[in-house]
């Protein structure tokens, strides 16, 4: 598995912009599908983002289509989230994911692998 280390988060004001960033160790992470979830206080874990392994291919969350995108570097062994237009219900715990056998990115369910989450507080 990989180790995933987000960064990037912080205070922002509402209809300001954020990028998160998601570094990977390990040498297969090229062969990751990644994915980016969400977990407001006192709500589960939420789907946001997901992105193939080659970066072809991206899917959104309803939720906050059109406010932001998923992109990757594989050189870097990172993976980004770019967030705009934010809103204060968009404040939240970002995490990042990964699994090598998610092969359908419309379908991001339990990824083998999770970072420690980066805090995302927007204000009004």
């Known amino acids: 598995q990989v180790q995933l280390v987000e960064s990037g988060g912080g205070l922002v004001q509402a209809g300001g912009s954020l990028r998160l960033s998601c570094a990977a160790s390990?040498?297969?992470?090229?062969?990751?599908?990644m994915g980016w979830f969400r977990q407001s206080p006192g709500k589960g874990r939420a789907f946001v983002a997901a992105?193939?392994?080659?970066?072809?291919?991206?899917y959104y969350a309803d939720s906050m289509k059109g406010r932001l995108t998923i992109s990757r570097d594989n050189a870097k062994n990172t993976v980004y989230l770019q967030l705009n237009s934010l809103k204060p219900e968009d404040a939240a715990v970002y995490y990042c994911?990964?699994?090598?056998?998610?092969?359908?990115?419309?379908?991001?369910?339990?990824?083998?692998?999770w970072g420690q989450g980066t805090q995302v507080t927007v204000s009004s």
């Open positions: 992105i193939s392994w080659s970066g072809t291919a991206t």
């Open positions: 390990g040498h297969t992470f090229s062969s990751y599908s």
């Open positions: 994911a990964g699994d090598p056998l998610i092969a359908n990115i419309h379908i991001f369910e339990r990824p083998s692998s």
